[in-house]
């Protein structure tokens, strides 16, 4: 049997994929570097790498902010809809904003 050394990396496609073949992306890049004649290769491979780690790290960070959101934005947020549905007023409007 031939190939899978590095994960059949090269039939990775899309995002989700290629996130999940870091490991792979990392061995890869640092093989290519070895060879000495392949740093055009080694550089994208980890530049690649490296926008999968800083998305990582940026995604963990909005789903932390996303857990932190305030009850009080969240009533703000819930009264406006409820307004623009009819299912409220503007009064509901300006208590949320007030005690914001």
């Known amino acids: 049997m031939s190939g899978g050394s ?3 990396l090269h039939n990775r496609y899309g995002a989700d994929d ?12 640092n093989r290519l ?7 055009k290769a080694a550089k994208e491979t980890t530049e690649i ?10 995604f963990r960070q909005f789903e932390i902010r996303m ?7 969240r009533h703000v947020w819930k009264s406006v809809e409820w307004w623009d549905s009819a299912d409220s ?9 007030t005690n914001y």
């Open 89 to 97: 007023d503007e009064d509901g409007v300006i208590t949320a904003l």
């Open 67 to 73: 857990e932190s959101i305030p009850d009080s934005l």
């Open 33 to 39: 570097d070895e060879l000495g004649y392949a740093e």
């Open 49 to 58: 790498f490296l926008m999968i780690r800083q998305f990582e790290i940026m």
């Open 18 to 29: 290629l996130r999940d073949a870091q490991d792979d992306m990392a061995h890869m890049a």
């Open 6 to 8: 590095y994960g059949y």
